[in-house]
């Protein structure tokens, strides 16, 4: 059983910081992608960043480009999402998923976990 636990969201004000985690149970954790992505009430779940197996390779929504990083420790069975500089339209709730490849779409992505809300204020 693939299990995705997100933690670390929050209410922050603009301009501050978070750092996302996402502990997967997964036995081969070291063959998947990791991505995370998020959904604001009324709109449609939206790519945020993802990093390839080894952590070599990562892409960002132009919108996130700049601010966050996306990082994974394989030993640990944990990718994270450090968000600096927050905005209020970063208010979302953040999903991570793991797929077999780097892609933006989120029907490429097996597995998802259940969510951790960030909440920017102004």
């Known amino acids: 059983q693939v299990q995705l636990v997100e933690s670390g969201g929050g209410l922050v004000q603009a301009g501050e910081s978070l750092r996302l985690s996402c502990a997967a149970s997964?036995?081969?954790?070291?063959?998947?992608?990791m991505g995370w992505f998020r959904q604001a009430p009324g709109k449609e779940r939206e790519f945020v960043a993802a990093v390839s197996w080894s952590g070599g390779s990562t892409r960002y929504a132009d919108s996130v480009k700049g601010r966050f990083t996306i990082s994974r420790d394989n030993a640990k069975n944990t990718v994270y999402l450090e968000m600096n500089s927050l905005k209020p339209e970063d208010t979302a709730v953040y999903y991570c998923?793991?797929?077999?490849?780097?892609?933006?779409?989120?029907?490429?992505?097996?597995?998802w976990g259940q969510g951790t809300q960030v909440t920017v204020s102004s």
């Open positions: 997964i036995r081969t954790f070291s063959n998947y992608a």
């Open positions: 998923a793991a797929g077999r490849i780097v892609v933006t779409t989120t029907n490429l992505y097996d597995y």
